[in-house]
């Protein structure tokens, strides 16, 4: 296989992470949005993570293969060293190291910016179908996330209801006085030198 590259999004990817997207929202209940957004509405959505966290791209010989981001786990103040984190592979390139790399290169980053608790919010089936498996908890838990707790039959979509399930994985010490989280932007010049 060949190398996979990674590197910082920028707003002129938003086509392209949007058709990685558009296919999860319209077949699948991986993400329990209804609509796809449109292209401008993504490229905001770019924008604005770009501003205090990491929204990285994967790509092999060129092409967008795949995408991770960090947001706000919550606004209050305490969390700030917590962040919750998303990824998304295209469909034909799954089980492939990608989603790892991208995961890799995420807490790299994360940890940079002094944030040392990761979570991920994941749709999770009683039993699987066709819009819904195990595999992105069974991913998580492979890079050694571990299950919080399971929200019970709280998403509808596609006329069923999904569980929904938070996962952690602890990435950084916890000192009584931890340095301040830094943003993205003060740090992105470091991860190319």
């Known amino acids: 296989m060949n190398d996979i590259t990674i590197r910082t999004a920028s707003e002129k990817d938003a086509a392209s992470l949007l058709e990685i997207y558009a296919y999860y929202v319209s077949n699948t209940a991986v993400t329990f949005e209804y609509d796809v957004p449109s292209q401008e509405d993504f490229r905001d959505r ?15 010989d060129g092409e967008i293969v795949g995408y991770a981001y960090a947001g706000s ?62 595999d992105s908890f069974l991913f998580h838990r492979h890079m050694g ?32 006085n931890p340095p301040a989280v830094k943003s993205f932007r003060e740090i992105r010049e470091k991860l190319y030198d």
């Open 46 to 60: 770019i924008a604005c993570t770009l501003n205090k966290y990491p929204y990285l791209v994967a790509e092999i």
């Open 145 to 176: 996330f571990r299950l919080i707790g399971k929200f019970s039959k709280c998403g509808l979509k596609f006329g069923r209801w999904y569980n929904m399930v938070w996962m952690e994985k602890i990435i950084g010490s916890h000192d009584d």
């Open 73 to 134: 786990f919550n606004s209050r103040a305490a969390y700030e060293h917590s962040a919750e984190v998303s990824v998304y592979v295209r469909r034909d390139r799954k089980k492939q190291g990608i989603g790892k790399a991208l995961y890799d290169s995420l807490e790299k980053v994360l940890s940079m910016q002094n944030i040392f608790n990761i979570n991920a919010c994941i749709a999770f089936p009683d039993d699987e179908d066709e819009f819904l498996t195990k």
